[in-house]
Protein backbone atom coordinates (compact mmCIF):
# COMPACT_ATOMS: atom_id res chain seq x y z
CA UNK A 1 0.00 0.00 0.00
CA UNK A 2 1.25 3.33 -0.65
CA UNK A 3 0.86 6.35 1.94
CA UNK A 4 2.61 9.31 0.06
CA UNK A 5 -0.68 11.87 0.79
CA UNK A 6 -0.04 11.25 3.94
CA UNK A 7 3.49 12.17 4.05
CA UNK A 8 3.17 15.12 2.24
CA UNK A 9 -0.25 16.08 4.65
CA UNK A 10 2.36 15.65 7.60
CA UNK A 11 4.89 17.49 6.06
CA UNK A 12 2.48 20.59 5.59
CA UNK A 13 1.16 20.06 9.21
CA UNK A 14 4.74 19.51 10.67
CA UNK A 15 5.08 23.48 9.81
CA UNK A 16 2.37 24.68 11.81
CA UNK A 17 1.83 22.00 14.80
CA UNK A 18 4.47 20.60 16.90
CA UNK A 19 5.37 17.48 15.55
CA UNK A 20 2.35 17.68 13.04
CA UNK A 21 -0.33 16.27 15.65
CA UNK A 22 -2.13 17.14 18.24
CA UNK A 23 -1.05 14.15 20.40
CA UNK A 24 2.22 12.89 20.95
CA UNK A 25 1.75 9.16 19.97
CA UNK A 26 -0.14 9.78 16.95
CA UNK A 27 3.38 10.70 15.26
CA UNK A 28 4.81 7.14 14.77
CA UNK A 29 7.82 8.19 16.66
CA UNK A 30 7.94 4.98 18.57
CA UNK A 31 8.17 2.95 15.25
CA UNK A 32 9.23 5.36 12.32
CA UNK A 33 7.88 6.78 9.13
CA UNK A 34 4.74 9.05 8.83
CA UNK A 35 1.37 8.58 10.49
CA UNK A 36 -1.45 8.13 8.25
CA UNK A 37 -3.76 10.98 7.63
CA UNK A 38 -7.88 9.60 7.70
CA UNK A 39 -10.16 11.16 5.75
CA UNK A 40 -13.11 9.20 7.12
CA UNK A 41 -13.99 5.68 8.79
CA UNK A 42 -17.21 3.40 8.62
CA UNK A 43 -18.00 0.64 10.90
CA UNK A 44 -14.38 -1.34 11.52
CA UNK A 45 -12.53 0.62 8.52
CA UNK A 46 -10.43 3.72 8.36
CA UNK A 47 -10.17 5.38 4.84
CA UNK A 48 -7.32 7.35 4.55
CA UNK A 49 -5.94 10.61 2.28
CA UNK A 50 -4.53 8.23 -0.09
CA UNK A 51 -7.35 5.62 -0.92
CA UNK A 52 -6.39 2.81 1.00
CA UNK A 53 -8.61 1.14 3.70
CA UNK A 54 -7.46 -0.29 6.34
CA UNK A 55 -9.00 -2.44 9.67
CA UNK A 56 -8.66 -0.36 12.48
CA UNK A 57 -7.68 -1.67 15.69
CA UNK A 58 -7.26 1.36 17.44
CA UNK A 59 -10.77 2.81 16.93
CA UNK A 60 -9.72 6.68 18.53
CA UNK A 61 -7.77 4.84 21.02
CA UNK A 62 -11.23 2.84 22.46
CA UNK A 63 -14.79 5.19 21.95
CA UNK A 64 -15.80 3.31 18.72
CA UNK A 65 -16.80 0.25 20.76
CA UNK A 66 -19.77 -0.25 18.21
CA UNK A 67 -17.94 0.68 14.80
CA UNK A 68 -17.03 4.33 13.39
CA UNK A 69 -19.79 6.41 12.36
CA UNK A 70 -21.97 4.43 14.35
CA UNK A 71 -25.60 5.15 12.98
CA UNK A 72 -27.59 6.12 15.84
CA UNK A 73 -24.20 8.12 16.97
CA UNK A 74 -24.39 10.08 14.25
CA UNK A 75 -28.04 10.71 14.29
CA UNK A 76 -28.24 12.26 17.78
CA UNK A 77 -25.46 14.56 17.28
CA UNK A 78 -26.51 15.78 13.85
CA UNK A 79 -30.36 16.32 15.34
CA UNK A 80 -28.77 18.48 18.57
CA UNK A 81 -26.81 20.47 16.22
CA UNK A 82 -29.72 21.78 14.33
CA UNK A 83 -31.07 23.23 18.02
CA UNK A 84 -27.74 25.10 19.19
CA UNK A 85 -24.35 23.61 19.70
CA UNK A 86 -23.66 25.22 23.40
CA UNK A 87 -25.58 27.18 26.28
CA UNK A 88 -23.70 26.91 29.79
CA UNK A 89 -26.91 26.37 31.07
CA UNK A 90 -28.00 23.54 32.65
CA UNK A 91 -30.38 20.80 30.03
CA UNK A 92 -32.09 17.50 30.24
CA UNK A 93 -30.17 15.93 27.96
CA UNK A 94 -27.35 15.74 30.85
CA UNK A 95 -29.59 14.26 33.62
CA UNK A 96 -30.78 11.77 31.07
CA UNK A 97 -27.04 10.56 30.61
CA UNK A 98 -25.86 10.95 34.23
CA UNK A 99 -29.03 8.46 35.33
CA UNK A 100 -28.35 6.00 32.74
CA UNK A 101 -24.52 6.09 33.71
CA UNK A 102 -26.06 5.90 37.39
CA UNK A 103 -28.04 2.76 36.49
CA UNK A 104 -25.26 1.27 34.77
CA UNK A 105 -22.45 1.56 37.01
CA UNK A 106 -22.23 -0.17 40.57
CA UNK A 107 -21.70 2.11 43.23
CA UNK A 108 -22.02 5.70 42.15
CA UNK A 109 -24.85 7.81 42.83
CA UNK A 110 -23.64 10.98 41.17
CA UNK A 111 -21.75 11.45 38.22
CA UNK A 112 -19.98 15.25 36.97
CA UNK A 113 -19.39 15.16 33.06
CA UNK A 114 -15.83 16.79 32.18
CA UNK A 115 -14.54 16.72 28.37
CA UNK A 116 -11.63 14.67 28.71
CA UNK A 117 -10.10 11.38 30.79
CA UNK A 118 -7.41 13.65 32.11
CA UNK A 119 -9.59 16.38 33.37
CA UNK A 120 -11.96 13.35 35.22
CA UNK A 121 -8.42 11.91 36.84
CA UNK A 122 -7.05 15.40 37.45
CA UNK A 123 -10.66 16.08 39.28
CA UNK A 124 -11.05 13.05 40.82
CA UNK A 125 -7.61 13.45 42.86
CA UNK A 126 -9.03 16.70 43.80
CA UNK A 127 -11.82 15.59 45.42
CA UNK A 128 -10.52 12.61 47.12
CA UNK A 129 -7.42 14.88 48.39
CA UNK A 130 -10.70 17.21 49.24
CA UNK A 131 -12.48 14.65 51.06
CA UNK A 132 -9.57 13.09 53.15
CA UNK A 133 -7.79 16.30 53.94
CA UNK A 134 -4.70 14.82 52.82
CA UNK A 135 -2.10 15.52 50.37
CA UNK A 136 -0.06 13.06 48.80
CA UNK A 137 -1.36 10.22 46.04
CA UNK A 138 -0.12 6.57 44.96
CA UNK A 139 -0.09 5.93 41.13
CA UNK A 140 1.86 2.82 39.36
CA UNK A 141 4.40 3.25 37.31
CA UNK A 142 3.24 2.79 33.72
CA UNK A 143 -0.73 3.16 34.36
CA UNK A 144 -1.58 6.65 32.36
CA UNK A 145 -4.36 9.12 34.12
CA UNK A 146 -4.19 11.50 31.57
CA UNK A 147 -1.29 14.43 31.09
CA UNK A 148 -1.98 16.76 34.02
CA UNK A 149 0.97 17.50 36.11
CA UNK A 150 0.40 15.12 39.31
CA UNK A 151 0.28 12.44 36.49
CA UNK A 152 3.47 13.12 35.01
CA UNK A 153 5.53 11.24 37.48
CA UNK A 154 9.15 8.32 37.38
CA UNK A 155 10.56 7.00 40.14
CA UNK A 156 12.43 9.28 41.95
CA UNK A 157 16.29 8.37 42.05
CA UNK A 158 16.94 5.85 44.91
CA UNK A 159 14.27 6.85 47.13
CA UNK A 160 11.15 4.79 47.87
CA UNK A 161 8.78 7.74 48.88
CA UNK A 162 9.13 10.46 46.35
CA UNK A 163 8.38 10.68 42.49
CA UNK A 164 10.32 12.83 40.40
CA UNK A 165 9.03 14.36 37.44
CA UNK A 166 9.28 13.19 34.18
CA UNK A 167 8.84 15.81 31.92
CA UNK A 168 10.16 19.26 32.25
CA UNK A 169 7.19 22.02 33.48
CA UNK A 170 6.01 19.78 35.80
CA UNK A 171 7.67 21.27 39.62
CA UNK A 172 9.57 19.14 41.97
CA UNK A 173 7.17 20.41 44.31
CA UNK A 174 3.80 18.41 42.43
CA UNK A 175 5.97 15.49 41.96
CA UNK A 176 6.80 15.12 45.45
CA UNK A 177 3.00 14.24 46.57
CA UNK A 178 2.83 11.50 43.20
CA UNK A 179 4.45 8.40 44.88
CA UNK A 180 4.90 5.46 42.65
CA UNK A 181 4.30 2.10 43.04
CA UNK A 182 4.79 -1.19 41.06
CA UNK A 183 1.27 -2.78 39.38
CA UNK A 184 0.61 -5.73 40.60
CA UNK A 185 2.84 -5.73 43.45
CA UNK A 186 0.56 -5.09 47.34
CA UNK A 187 3.56 -5.56 49.48
CA UNK A 188 4.89 -2.23 47.54
CA UNK A 189 1.93 -0.32 48.15
CA UNK A 190 1.66 -1.55 51.88
CA UNK A 191 5.42 -0.22 52.24
CA UNK A 192 4.52 3.08 50.43
CA UNK A 193 1.74 3.57 53.01
CA UNK A 194 3.55 2.79 55.81
CA UNK A 195 6.21 5.21 55.43
CA UNK A 196 3.46 7.92 54.71
CA UNK A 197 0.71 7.18 57.25
CA UNK A 198 -2.38 8.95 56.98
CA UNK A 199 -0.64 11.55 54.37
CA UNK A 200 -2.31 9.31 51.60
CA UNK A 201 -5.78 10.84 50.01
CA UNK A 202 -5.87 8.26 47.01
CA UNK A 203 -4.72 5.28 45.24
CA UNK A 204 -5.79 5.91 41.63
CA UNK A 205 -5.30 2.45 39.27
CA UNK A 206 -6.30 1.52 35.92
CA UNK A 207 -7.44 -1.49 37.52
CA UNK A 208 -7.04 -3.73 33.90
CA UNK A 209 -4.07 -1.42 32.69
CA UNK A 210 -4.07 -0.95 29.56
CA UNK A 211 -1.47 1.79 28.54
CA UNK A 212 1.67 -0.60 29.46
CA UNK A 213 -0.24 -3.07 26.46
CA UNK A 214 -3.19 -4.96 28.80
CA UNK A 215 -2.08 -5.90 31.86
CA UNK A 216 -4.79 -7.83 33.68
CA UNK A 217 -4.51 -7.43 37.67
CA UNK A 218 -3.28 -10.36 39.41
CA UNK A 219 -5.80 -12.61 41.53
CA UNK A 220 -6.09 -10.48 44.58
CA UNK A 221 -4.42 -7.39 43.60
CA UNK A 222 -7.58 -5.16 43.21
CA UNK A 223 -8.93 -6.72 46.37
CA UNK A 224 -5.67 -6.08 48.14
CA UNK A 225 -5.83 -2.64 46.92
CA UNK A 226 -9.24 -2.21 48.35
CA UNK A 227 -8.53 -3.56 51.91
CA UNK A 228 -5.50 -1.29 51.94
CA UNK A 229 -7.66 1.59 51.04
CA UNK A 230 -10.64 0.73 53.64
CA UNK A 231 -8.03 -0.15 56.47
CA UNK A 232 -6.06 3.23 56.06
CA UNK A 233 -8.78 5.53 55.31
CA UNK A 234 -7.63 6.23 51.66
CA UNK A 235 -9.92 7.16 48.49
CA UNK A 236 -9.35 3.94 46.39
CA UNK A 237 -9.63 5.84 42.61
CA UNK A 238 -10.69 2.86 39.75
CA UNK A 239 -9.44 5.34 36.61
CA UNK A 240 -11.83 3.50 34.07
CA UNK A 241 -11.05 5.55 31.00
CA UNK A 242 -10.42 2.66 29.12
CA UNK A 243 -12.34 -0.44 30.90
CA UNK A 244 -15.15 1.92 31.30
CA UNK A 245 -18.54 0.71 29.29
CA UNK A 246 -16.02 -1.62 27.41
CA UNK A 247 -15.44 -4.62 29.50
CA UNK A 248 -18.69 -4.89 31.14
CA UNK A 249 -21.74 -2.16 31.12
CA UNK A 250 -20.66 -1.20 34.72
CA UNK A 251 -16.96 -1.95 33.96
CA UNK A 252 -14.21 -3.41 36.20
CA UNK A 253 -16.19 -2.76 39.19
CA UNK A 254 -19.05 -5.22 37.97
CA UNK A 255 -16.43 -7.57 36.04
CA UNK A 256 -14.15 -8.43 39.02
CA UNK A 257 -17.10 -7.70 42.09
CA UNK A 258 -14.73 -4.67 43.88
CA UNK A 259 -15.79 -1.22 44.58
CA UNK A 260 -13.66 1.37 44.05
CA UNK A 261 -14.64 5.10 45.81
CA UNK A 262 -14.23 7.43 42.93
CA UNK A 263 -14.28 6.25 39.40
CA UNK A 264 -12.83 7.81 36.04
CA UNK A 265 -14.44 7.62 32.43
CA UNK A 266 -13.73 8.72 28.97
CA UNK A 267 -13.38 7.33 25.58
CA UNK A 268 -16.39 5.17 25.13
CA UNK A 269 -18.80 7.87 27.52
CA UNK A 270 -18.44 9.87 24.68
CA UNK A 271 -19.05 7.72 21.66
CA UNK A 272 -16.02 9.87 20.44
CA UNK A 273 -17.20 12.75 21.30
CA UNK A 274 -14.65 15.04 23.56
CA UNK A 275 -16.18 13.37 27.37
CA UNK A 276 -15.28 12.42 30.78
CA UNK A 277 -16.79 11.82 33.57
CA UNK A 278 -16.29 10.96 37.30
CA UNK A 279 -18.47 9.63 39.90
CA UNK A 280 -18.51 8.32 43.19
CA UNK A 281 -20.95 7.98 46.35
CA UNK A 282 -23.44 10.65 47.13
CA UNK A 283 -21.34 11.33 50.26
CA UNK A 284 -18.07 11.89 48.11
CA UNK A 285 -19.75 13.93 45.36
CA UNK A 286 -21.44 16.24 47.36
CA UNK A 287 -17.92 17.43 48.15
CA UNK A 288 -18.03 19.15 44.89
CA UNK A 289 -18.72 22.76 44.31
CA UNK A 290 -21.89 24.39 44.35
CA UNK A 291 -22.82 21.76 46.78
CA UNK A 292 -19.41 21.33 48.63
CA UNK A 293 -16.16 23.40 48.66
CA UNK A 294 -13.72 21.33 46.13
CA UNK A 295 -14.06 23.48 43.14
CA UNK A 296 -14.53 22.18 39.33
CA UNK A 297 -15.65 23.70 36.32
CA UNK A 298 -15.85 23.79 32.85
CA UNK A 299 -17.76 25.97 29.85
CA UNK A 300 -18.37 22.97 27.76
CA UNK A 301 -19.16 20.63 30.28
CA UNK A 302 -22.47 18.60 29.65
CA UNK A 303 -21.93 19.49 26.03
CA UNK A 304 -25.02 18.68 24.13
CA UNK A 305 -23.44 17.35 21.19
CA UNK A 306 -21.01 15.06 23.08
CA UNK A 307 -23.91 14.21 25.63
CA UNK A 308 -25.95 13.47 22.81
CA UNK A 309 -23.20 11.06 21.22
CA UNK A 310 -22.65 9.30 24.87
CA UNK A 311 -25.97 8.74 25.48
CA UNK A 312 -26.58 7.33 22.51
CA UNK A 313 -23.67 5.06 22.77
CA UNK A 314 -24.53 4.40 26.16
CA UNK A 315 -28.33 3.49 25.42
CA UNK A 316 -27.14 1.28 22.43
CA UNK A 317 -24.47 -1.11 24.91
CA UNK A 318 -27.33 -0.79 27.11
CA UNK A 319 -30.18 -2.31 25.31
CA UNK A 320 -27.83 -4.79 23.73
CA UNK A 321 -27.34 -7.62 26.46
CA UNK A 322 -24.94 -9.31 24.03
CA UNK A 323 -22.58 -7.17 22.90
CA UNK A 324 -19.81 -7.69 25.56
CA UNK A 325 -20.51 -11.74 25.04
CA UNK A 326 -19.80 -10.83 21.34
CA UNK A 327 -16.87 -8.44 22.08
CA UNK A 328 -15.09 -11.73 24.21
CA UNK A 329 -15.96 -13.98 21.60
CA UNK A 330 -14.37 -11.83 19.05
CA UNK A 331 -11.31 -11.12 20.77
CA UNK A 332 -10.31 -14.82 21.50
CA UNK A 333 -10.95 -15.73 18.40
CA UNK A 334 -8.41 -13.09 17.32
CA UNK A 335 -6.05 -14.13 20.46
CA UNK A 336 -5.94 -17.65 19.31
CA UNK A 337 -5.83 -16.92 15.81
CA UNK A 338 -2.37 -14.56 16.61
CA UNK A 339 -1.41 -17.71 19.16
CA UNK A 340 -1.36 -20.15 16.44
CA UNK A 341 0.52 -18.48 13.92
CA UNK A 342 3.18 -16.74 15.66
CA UNK A 343 3.43 -20.40 17.42
CA UNK A 344 3.94 -21.78 13.78
CA UNK A 345 6.54 -19.06 13.09
CA UNK A 346 8.67 -19.76 15.83
CA UNK A 347 8.09 -16.09 17.09
CA UNK A 348 8.85 -15.40 20.85
CA UNK A 349 5.71 -13.88 22.26
CA UNK A 350 3.19 -13.53 25.46
CA UNK A 351 -0.55 -12.35 24.46
CA UNK A 352 -2.23 -10.07 27.07
CA UNK A 353 -5.81 -10.29 27.19
CA UNK A 354 -8.76 -9.13 29.02
CA UNK A 355 -12.22 -8.75 26.95
CA UNK A 356 -12.10 -6.80 24.20
CA UNK A 357 -8.35 -5.63 25.30
CA UNK A 358 -5.42 -7.41 23.93
CA UNK A 359 -1.91 -7.07 23.30
CA UNK A 360 1.04 -8.76 21.78
CA UNK A 361 4.04 -8.61 23.61
CA UNK A 362 7.05 -9.71 22.22
CA UNK A 363 8.81 -11.47 25.02
CA UNK A 364 8.77 -15.13 26.46
CA UNK A 365 7.96 -13.90 29.89
CA UNK A 366 4.89 -13.18 31.67
CA UNK A 367 4.05 -9.39 30.98
CA UNK A 368 3.04 -8.31 34.68
CA UNK A 369 3.64 -4.58 34.92
CA UNK A 370 6.28 -1.89 33.50
CA UNK A 371 9.50 -3.09 33.77
CA UNK A 372 8.35 -6.78 32.69
CA UNK A 373 6.45 -4.26 29.38
CA UNK A 374 9.67 -2.54 28.78
CA UNK A 375 11.35 -5.76 28.30
CA UNK A 376 9.81 -6.28 24.84
CA UNK A 377 11.65 -6.29 21.48
CA UNK A 378 10.96 -3.22 20.19
CA UNK A 379 12.92 -4.27 16.76
CA UNK A 380 9.99 -6.74 16.40
CA UNK A 381 7.43 -4.61 16.97
CA UNK A 382 8.29 -1.96 14.37
CA UNK A 383 8.75 -4.67 11.57
CA UNK A 384 5.29 -5.92 13.03
CA UNK A 385 3.88 -2.63 12.70
CA UNK A 386 4.92 -1.64 9.59
CA UNK A 387 4.27 -5.11 7.74
CA UNK A 388 0.72 -4.93 9.38
CA UNK A 389 0.35 -1.57 7.51
CA UNK A 390 1.10 -2.39 4.14
CA UNK A 391 -1.29 -5.42 4.63
CA UNK A 392 -3.85 -2.57 5.47
CA UNK A 393 -4.00 -3.29 9.06
CA UNK A 394 -3.67 -0.36 11.86
CA UNK A 395 -2.45 -1.21 15.06
CA UNK A 396 -1.34 1.33 17.54
CA UNK A 397 2.07 2.74 16.22
CA UNK A 398 3.56 1.67 19.83
CA UNK A 399 4.48 -1.24 21.83
CA UNK A 400 3.12 0.29 25.00
CA UNK A 401 -0.48 0.18 23.80
CA UNK A 402 -3.56 -2.62 24.05
CA UNK A 403 -5.57 -2.93 20.44
CA UNK A 404 -9.33 -1.50 20.96
CA UNK A 405 -11.69 -4.23 19.57
CA UNK A 406 -14.84 -3.27 18.02
CA UNK A 407 -17.98 -4.56 17.52
CA UNK A 408 -18.11 -4.25 13.89
CA UNK A 409 -14.95 -6.46 13.03
CA UNK A 410 -16.39 -9.64 11.56
CA UNK A 411 -15.17 -12.91 11.79
CA UNK A 412 -13.96 -12.27 8.16
CA UNK A 413 -11.77 -9.11 9.03
CA UNK A 414 -10.43 -11.18 12.06
CA UNK A 415 -9.39 -14.08 9.49
CA UNK A 416 -7.78 -11.60 6.86
CA UNK A 417 -5.67 -10.17 10.16
CA UNK A 418 -4.66 -13.24 11.26
CA UNK A 419 -3.44 -14.20 7.55
CA UNK A 420 -1.89 -10.80 7.64
CA UNK A 421 0.04 -11.60 10.73
CA UNK A 422 1.06 -14.90 9.84
CA UNK A 423 2.64 -13.60 6.63
CA UNK A 424 4.50 -10.87 8.26
CA UNK A 425 5.77 -12.99 11.10
CA UNK A 426 7.62 -14.85 8.50
CA UNK A 427 9.95 -11.66 7.56
CA UNK A 428 11.14 -11.30 11.67
C1 LIG B 1 -6.94 7.73 27.60
C2 LIG B 1 -6.79 7.62 29.07
C3 LIG B 1 -6.79 8.76 29.89
C4 LIG B 1 -6.77 10.15 29.35
O1 LIG B 1 -7.93 10.49 28.65
P1 LIG B 1 -7.87 11.73 27.62
O2 LIG B 1 -9.28 11.81 27.14
O3 LIG B 1 -6.88 11.34 26.57
O4 LIG B 1 -7.45 12.92 28.37
C5 LIG B 1 -6.79 8.57 31.26
N1 LIG B 1 -6.76 7.34 31.79
C6 LIG B 1 -6.74 6.23 31.03
C7 LIG B 1 -6.73 4.89 31.68
C8 LIG B 1 -6.73 6.34 29.64
O5 LIG B 1 -6.67 5.22 28.91
Redesign the pocket.
Known amino acids: MIYQRSSQLFAEAEKVIPGGVNSPVRAFKAVGGTPIFVKSAKGAYLYDEDGNRLIDYINS??PMVLGHAFEPVVEAVVAKAQLGTSFGMPTELETQIAALAVAMVPNIDKIRFVN????A?MSAIRLARGYTKRDKIIKFAG?????SDSFLIQAGSGAITFGSPNSPGVTAGTAKDTLLARYNDLENVATLIEANKNEIAAIIV?PVA??MGCIPPQKGFLEGLRQLCTDNGIQLIF?E??TGFRLAKGGVQELFGIQADIV?F??VIGGGLPV?AFAARSEIMNHLAPLGPVYQAGTLSGNPLAMAAGLAMLQALNNDDAVFQRLEEKTAYLEAGIDRVLKANNVVFTINRVGSMISVHFDANPVVDFQSAAKGDNDTFKKFFHGLLQEGIYIAPSAYETWFITDALTYEDLDVTIQAIDKVSKTF
Do not use: I, L
Open positions: WGSGTECCYHGHEGNDVMCGKG
